[in-house]
């Protein structure tokens, strides 16, 4: 793990559904999600089984890129951001993002630019990086389009 | 069949924003000590100690290693137990086990810690998932502002309802000598302060309290010797839901309802809100006050905040949440799920000084951490009938 010029000797495995999330966010800028084939649900991220039916989950499915605000915050108090070791830059739109296709929610930054568009069951898209690494950041944020 | 179990004493220490006076083996002693003396025990009474905190807070782990001088842990067996914010609650249903076992007839249940010797929401935020979680999660304080957000959209609850749950809180702490923050406020001072994440308010939220807490637990045989007016044990439970914060139903706590509905059932319990006298609820914010009040079944889906208008959870009315003040007014996270047992426990003896509800029969006290997670314990001034 890296931030900045620090290091960390911390080497996260993200799983074999999660690196074919990444690979399809990094190369194709798609969304994958991954359904159970006994309840239906479509999960995001994917992941290997469905706690509820406790249940190994193959099938994957593309998901939005769209979708809507489930939830969300506007962080506006500062704090130590274990990731960096720095201040965490406030204030910050964090958001619960449900894909168009998807059951569950996705947690990533909102843009806040105009604070009144923000609120649960806006529109809302990926924007994505310019440069992919296969990592989270490939999206940068969502924002609001309507 | 389980041996039925009773809490025969209780110990807090004399909890502040930070407590430079004592490390943490001395702070733990100070309610070990207090708790021994309540039940009229010594340390060599004891079979075996719980004791759990939030581990990874104050940058040194293995509490059960490092404490054993203060918690009296010397040559005795001595269980961590550590469940994020539901830890204070997890040990004392660990401790409930371990006597309702038959295994051991009194065990000492130990929770603490020292929040001035870290960084909460840092430390918080490392206990969920590296790749998927942390890059926007930032400590409770998020996640719980989430959770008001989808409440408040569906039920149409707004901020000024929960700032009268923080206010009905930080009034009740007046009455409790072992609670942090002891000043009243009133709504417009709670909708004035600052916003920190949006709908929460500073004075919507819990602060980060120094401080441990104590119980004892005996089984049937030693209880009634010891004890007066023991608080016998009706049912523990607890339940976890899932893995990723997006799995969440953001705005109902399903673990509160599986908990509260299997706990309920076991003691017959069918009118929840007559049959309870009164609540301690792990409430880390004042939202939570409408919110859980719900899930656990004292009234039906969107009805919490006109119950809490009425004073109807005030002291005094039908049904008292938080006569210590509850989570808002004082919280050392892994002493605060104990510290709510202990106060449920105080009113059940009847020893709740100037916090106590009259005549209480049944007593409830919850924990929550974790991905929303519910810990629950039923208290009770009969004997359980099972």
Redesign the interface.
């Known amino acids: ?1 890296e931030s900045g010029d620090a290091a960390q000797p ?1 080497d ?1 495995a ?1 799983g074999m559904h ?1 690196s074919k999330f990444f690979k399809e966010l990094r190369d194709n800028k798609k969304i994958m999600g991954i359904r159970c084939p006994k309840c239906g649900k479509v ?3 994917p ?1 290997g089984v469905c ?1 509820p039916c406790f249940q190994e989950m193959s099938e994957f499915v593309e998901v939005g890129p769209g979708g809507y605000i ?8 500062a ?5 960096t070791g720095h201040q ?1 830059p406030v204030p ?1 739109g ?3 993002i449900k894909f168009d296709g998807a059951d ?6 909102i843009d806040i630019e105009d604070e009144k568009k923000v ?3 806006a529109r809302v898209e990926p924007v994505f990086a310019a440069e992919r690494k296969g990592t ?2 490939d999206i940068q944020y969502f924002r609001v389009v309507d | 069949m389980a041996k039925r179990v009773a809490i025969v004493g209780t110990g807090q220490t004399f909890h502040k924003s930070h407590r430079p006076d004592v490390n943490g083996q001395e702070l733990i002693n100070e309610a070990v000590q207090r708790a021994l003396r309540d039940a009229g025990l010594t340390i060599g009474d004891i079979d075996a100690i719980v004791i759990g905190n939030m581990d990874h807070f104050e940058g040194i782990n293995y509490v059960d290693c490092w404490s054993v001088d203060g918690a009296g842990g010397f040559m005795k067996p001595v269980l961590k137990i550590t469940t994020g914010g539901t830890t204070g609650c997890t040990i004392a249903i660990g401790g409930y086990h371990l006597v309702a076992s038959g295994m051991y007839d009194k065990v000492l249940v130990i929770g603490w810690e020292k929040n001035s010797e870290s960084d909460t929401s840092g430390a918080i935020t490392t206990a969920f998932d590296p790749i998927w979680d942390r890059l926007v999660f930032a400590g409770a304080i998020s996640g719980l502002a989430a959770e008001a957000q989808a409440y408040m959209a569906r039920y149409g609850a707004t901020d000024r309802d929960a700032a009268r749950v923080s206010v009905r809180d930080r009034k009740h702490a007046l009455n409790n000598p072992h609670a942090q923050l002891r000043k009243e406020v009133s709504i417009e001072e709670v909708l004035a302060s600052p916003m920190l994440a949006d709908p929460i308010h500073l004075l919507d939220i819990c602060p980060r309290t120094d401080g441990a807490c104590a119980v004892v637990m005996a089984n049937e045989d030693s209880a009634e010797k010891l004890c007066e007016n023991p608080d016998w044990i009706w049912g523990t439970g607890n339940r976890h839901s899932y893995a990723y914060i997006g799995d969440a139903d953001m705005g109902r706590l399903t673990s509160m309802e599986r908990t509260a509905r299997e706990i309920f059932k076991k003691a017959g319990i069918r009118e929840p809100r007559k049959e309870i006298n009164v609540i301690e609820l792990y409430q880390p914010y004042s939202f939570a006050g409408i919110i859980w009040i719900e899930d656990m079944g004292i009234v039906p889906p969107g009805k919490g905040a006109e119950y809490i208008w009425s004073g109807a959870t005030d002291m005094g009315g039908e049904l008292p949440v938080n006569p210590s003040g509850g989570v808002i007014s004082c919280n050392p996270i892994g002493a605060t799920g104990l510290v709510r047992c202990a106060e449920a426990a105080m009113q059940v003896m009847g020893n709740a000084e100037g916090r106590q509800v009259p005549n209480v029969n049944f007593a409830v006290s919850t924990g929550f951490g974790g991905c929303w997670w519910t810990d629950m314990i039923l208290h009770g001034k009969k004997k359980p009938n099972y």
């Open positions: 793990m911390f996260y993200v999660g999960y995001v991220p992941r706690g489930g939830t969300y915050t506007i962080l506006r108090f704090f130590i951001d274990p990731e965490k910050y964090y958001g619960f569950t929610l996705f947690q990533h930054y609120k649960i069951g989270i950041k």
